[in-house]
């Protein structure tokens, strides 16, 4: 079976501060997709940032970025100068990837890390 | 290009009643899936369809089920309500390209709240 854990239910940042938010995940599969996404008050989900386990190379988006583990089967999510509006509830989540192509399109998430930006 | 459209946004049901839940996913996506969020169990996958087939489903009861049309939209239908379906549901659609396009892009999600 497969499982996501963040072990940090809630943090807090400085506005303009780093952040670092972990994820760690067990699987008996070797390909994969890692995602991180938010979910504000409003409860849109909106994808952060995806990681294909395949790539060595950690993914960046503007001011988010992760450190990718594979043999540690970990996943942390960087945030640079944090502002208000990264307030929200952030998740982990993988999604197998089948070597004949496609995937099984099923997202297992972890619980989610409260994550308050303080002005 | 339009987002992922949940209907209705918000809904109340009364125990044994059936609701059903539609989605329209992002123009050119066909693959849509959905799933259950509730605070004690978190997010749960309920099922995913592509070509109006159902390709995969969580561990759910059968009073859930759901179908897609040919057009790609989709919807979900919960039969003889319980309070414990009281939940956020979300609607996401990827591209499903049979290549590396496979990220799913969320709705707003309809609320329900089973009285």
């Known amino acids: 079976a497969q499982t996501v854990t963040q072990s940090q239910p809630e943090m807090s940042v400085q506005e303009a501060e780093t952040v670092t938010l972990s994820c760690t995940y067990d699987t008996s599969e070797s390909n994969y997709y890692l995602f991180w996404y938010k979910q504000p008050p409003s409860r849109q989900m909106i994808l952060v940032i995806r990681q294909e386990a395949y790539k060595q190379q950690n993914a960046t988006e503007n001011r988010f970025s992760v450190n990718f583990q594979k043999a540690a089967k970990s996943f942390s999510l960087k945030i640079s100068d944090s502002q208000l509006g990264d307030t929200a509830m952030y998740f982990c989540a993988f999604m197998i990837f089948s070597n004949s192509g496609g995937s099984n399109y099923k997202l297992t998430f972890g619980k989610g890390t409260l994550l308050t930006v303080n002005p | 290009k339009a987002g992922v459209t949940q209907t209705p946004r918000y809904l109340i049901k009364t125990r044994g009643q059936q609701v059903t839940l539609s989605c329209s996913p992002i123009?050119?996506?066909?693959?849509v899936s959905w799933y259950q969020q509730t605070p004690g169990q978190g997010l749960q996958f309920l099922f995913e369809?592509?070509?109006?087939?159902?390709?995969n489903k969580g561990n759910f009861p059968g009073r859930f089920s759901g179908r897609q049309f040919s057009n790609s939209r989709s919807e979900m239908n919960v039969s003889t309500l319980e309070l414990g379906d009281s939940a956020l549901y979300l609607c996401?659609?990827?591209?499903?390209?049979?290549?590396?396009?496979?990220?799913?892009?969320f709705g707003p999600g309809t609320r329900l709240l089973v009285l």
């Open positions: 996401a659609s990827s591209l499903d390209n049979g290549g590396y396009q496979e990220t799913q892009y």
């Open positions: 123009s050119g996506h066909r693959s």
């Open positions: 369809y592509f070509s109006e087939t159902q390709r």
